[in-house]
């Protein structure tokens, strides 16, 4: 018989380190939520520093013991993708659970201000890659 898996089913991640990005709404935020509820440091990350510390504070209302600290990352700059891996690294963390989560869909035509198109393609899992390579 088949089982629903539930995120109670997620085993302790307690010591370790998960940088969830695109965490302040939706799957982000419920992932980032739940890593912290099992255990983890969990790293959020937003494009604005307003909507990140929002999301910090709503994730401790949720979780009260948790582990939790906002880092700005706006993955369509590679100027901010830069700045976010010196952010961490400055703070020696090892970096154990990586959920590259943030991504834009069906947006109007633009450019960032680095030239690259933001496309209807979820393109900041592409930038977001080179975060992990960088
Ligand atoms: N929901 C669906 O049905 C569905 C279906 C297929 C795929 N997906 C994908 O699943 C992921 C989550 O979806 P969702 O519905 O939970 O999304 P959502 O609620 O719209 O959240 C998207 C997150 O991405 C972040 N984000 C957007 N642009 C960003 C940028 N340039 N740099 C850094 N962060 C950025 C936003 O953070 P800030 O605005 O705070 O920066 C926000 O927290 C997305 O990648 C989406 O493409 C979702």
């Not at 401790?60 to 891996?85: C, P, W």
């Not at 869909?105 to 201000?113: D, L, N, Q, R, V």
Request: glycine share 8%; net charge positive.
């Amino acid at each position: 018989m088949s089982k629903t898996w539930a995120a109670s089913d997620i085993t302790s991640v307690f010591g370790k380190v998960a940088v969830v990005t695109g965490s302040t709404s939706g799957l982000g935020f419920a992932a980032a939520k739940e890593l912290a509820r099992h255990g983890a440091h969990v790293v959020l990350t937003s494009k604005t520093h307003e909507k990140g510390s929002r999301a910090v504070a709503d994730l401790k209302k949720a979780v009260s013991n948790a582990s939790v600290e906002f880092l700005q990352l706006d993955l369509s700059s590679f100027g901010s993708i830069r700045s976010f891996v010196q952010s961490f690294l400055a703070k020696g963390l090892s970096l154990h659970i990586l959920i590259n989560n943030a991504g834009v869909f069906c947006c109007p035509h633009s450019k960032t201000a680095e030239g690259f198109e933001v496309c209807k393609l979820p393109c900041t899992h592409t930038l977001s890659a080179c975060t992990t390579l960088a």
